[in-house]
């Protein structure tokens, strides 16, 4: 093994190096001891916080390695089965005896005597305690076997177009010049998503009833009230994400109407329809930004080392070490994420690789969150380095526009570099509204737990409408299409209200941009120093050591959509 692996993993005083886990019983003597441990000082109890997360990061980076194991190939029963066991035996009993360590922490003096960088875990270790209940357990347990479902029937989703092609494959011909070919493949997608449209429903409507009980076990009225709590949500509230809504609704769509228009008449079209908006508009060949897989993972590197040549060496480690998957397959769950690994102290990325700018998009992406769990290894409690996605996301999506700086390494052709970062920046605006869609959505769908199919499909529409501008992209005669797109986002089935964090980071990875692009020295600097933070301190906080705000305003949004746009037309 790598030697730096080596030290970068945790070395473990407290649970054994032969330990096998196989059952709850494998691991139920370190719970036993923990709540046994006598805290009789400041220093027991900081012994304790530590013997605890050394047991913590062991059970977490376990369960972790079978969901990767199982996201990599979906079609292996047992390795499903792994994952099942750990989530339906082994979690529910982790549940029942971490929240005792809970009681047992808040109960000691030594505990509310630690000050500094501990306020953050203490208040989310009573927001957990305060939330939990047993006859919960189960419940939750049922939700992850659940929720896997989601990926296991959208790995199995292929078409056939010049051979069988996974659906990330099959989008590689939406760039097609040919704009026959685009309205074929098109169909062909959709009509293979809409086979699922109704199990994907099902499933849906059973995990929201299911998810309300949760949240009436709680106390709380409906699931979106209890998960605001259990993702301590501490820093803003529901209203602060209706102002989220209402400054992209004011600010964006004007601007992407403008960009449709300059599209539409590029492709000299009298309508622009959906399998329109990703060719280039000025009718040039898809972008190439690398030959295979190796070449992959070698620009990618020289692109972080070129950045700072420390950022290169931390993708090269996982790199040499296989710590990520990158290629679409059949079989394979979709999407792409960076799983930190809290012993290991290295993360894996997967992705589902196709050969597009999307996908240059995606591994800078996770490549940004792979640094951050990489800075921040060195925080001595696991409590410190989980972090909140609007911090993590504002690492992985600040990389993304800061890379963009760096992308002559995938695009050798100064044409080509232009047309990357256009398609970038305008994504950057794109996906402004659709997290603000997918949030007000979920927020509808937990108000009104007993709704109908039809109902959830007809509030999808409505909501859709809200943020479409004029000379928008033309959907008629494809209602049937558009009503169930919601159902490509997977946070919807497997992490309920994980969304609006993107929109949140969106706006600081701009501010962040616009750092690098006027002093890109001390915008690393604010770079690493919030991702040294981890979770010790509040988001504004964090936010305001990466030397930005944490802001909803619609000022403060007008202000970073206009920078985009002003950068866009620049490019030409």
């Known amino acids: 093994m790598n030697s730096l692996l080596e030290q970068a993993k945790q070395k473990r005083s407290f649970v054994s190096s032969e330990l096998q886990i196989r059952a709850w019983d494998d691991i139920r003597p370190y719970f036993e001891r923990l709540l046994a441990f006598n805290i009789d000082s400041d220093a027991a109890m900081k012994q304790f916080l530590a013997d605890r997360s050394e047991l913590e990061a062991v059970l977490e980076e376990d369960m972790s390695w079978r969901y990767i194991k199982m996201t990599c190939d979906t079609t292996n029963e047992s390795l499903r089965d792994s994952f099942n066991v750990f989530v ?5 009993e982790i549940q029942k005896q971490s929240n005792l360590l809970d009681k047992k922490c808040l109960e000691s003096p030594f505990f509310q005597n630690l000050s500094g960088d501990y306020g953050i875990m203490k208040r989310a270790m009573q927001q957990r305690e305060a939330l939990f209940r047993e006859e919960n357990v189960p419940l939750i347990a049922e939700l992850q076997t659940m929720e896997q479902e989601y990926g296991n029937i959208t790995s199995q989703m292929t078409v056939e177009y010049e051979g069988t092609k996974t659906m990330q494959q099959a989008a590689v011909y939406l760039k097609n010049t040919d704009r026959s070919v685009r309205e074929t493949v098109f169909n062909l997608m959709q009509n293979r998503r809409l086979q699922d449209e109704k199990v994907l429903n099902e499933n849906l409507s059973a995990m929201i009833a299911k998810r309300h009980q949760v949240a009436l076990n709680a106390g709380f009225s409906n699931f979106r009230d209890y998960t605001f709590k259990s993702l301590c949500r501490f820093d803003y509230t529901k209203e602060d994400c209706f102002a989220f809504y209402s400054a992209i609704q004011k600010s964006v769509p004007p601007i992407l109407s403008e960009l449709h228009k300059e599209r539409k008449a590029k ?11 990703d060719v280039d508009p000025e009718q040039k060949a898809p972008l190439r930004p690398f030959r295979d897989t190796k070449d992959f993972v070698e620009k990618t590197i020289a692109c972080f080392s070129e950045i700072k040549p420390f950022y290169g060496q931390c993708l090269k480690l996982l790199a040499d070490n296989g710590y990520w998957d990158l290629e679409s397959r059949i079989g394979k769950a979709p999407g792409g994420y960076n799983n930190p690994l809290y012993e290991s102290n290295v993360p894996f990325i997967f992705m589902n690789a196709a050969g597009t700018l999307h996908d240059v998009e995606t591994l800078v992406h996770e490549g940004g969150h792979a640094i951050h769990s990489i800075v921040s290894a060195e925080l001595p409690l696991v409590e410190f380095k989980d972090l909140p996605s609007e911090v993590a996301e504002l690492a992985s999506m600040s990389m993304e526009l800061i890379s963009m700086e760096h992308w002559n390494v995938f695009f050798a052709d100064d044409d080509d570099l232009r047309r990357a970062k256009k398609a970038q920046l305008e994504n950057v605006l794109s996906v402004l509204p659709w997290i603000a869609i997918v949030d007000k959505f979920q927020h509808w769908l937990y108000e009104n737990p007993t709704h109908t199919a039809e109902q959830r499909e007809a509030e999808w529409l409505r909501i859709v409408a809200l943020f479409d501008g004029e000379n928008g992209v033309d959907w008629s005669g494809l209602e049937h299409i558009r009503k169930c797109q919601w159902q490509k986002q997977l946070h919807i089935y497997e992490v309920p209200f994980y969304y609006i964090e993107y929109g949140f980071a969106q706006l600081g990875a ?41 802001s909803f305003s619609y000022e403060y949004v007008k202000k970073l959509a206009d920078f985009v746009y002003d950068e866009i037309k620049k490019l030409g």
Do not use: N
């Open 88 to 92: 339906t035996e082994i979690d529910p």
């Open 267 to 277: 492709l000299h079209l009298d309508s622009l329809r959906p399998w329109d908006v």
């Open 510 to 550: 701009i501010a962040m941009w616009k750092q690098y692009k006027e002093d890109p020295e001390r915008a690393l600097e604010h770079y690493e120093a919030f991702m040294k933070l981890g979770y010790t301190k509040s988001i504004p906080e964090i936010y305001e050591a990466a030397g930005i705000a944490f």
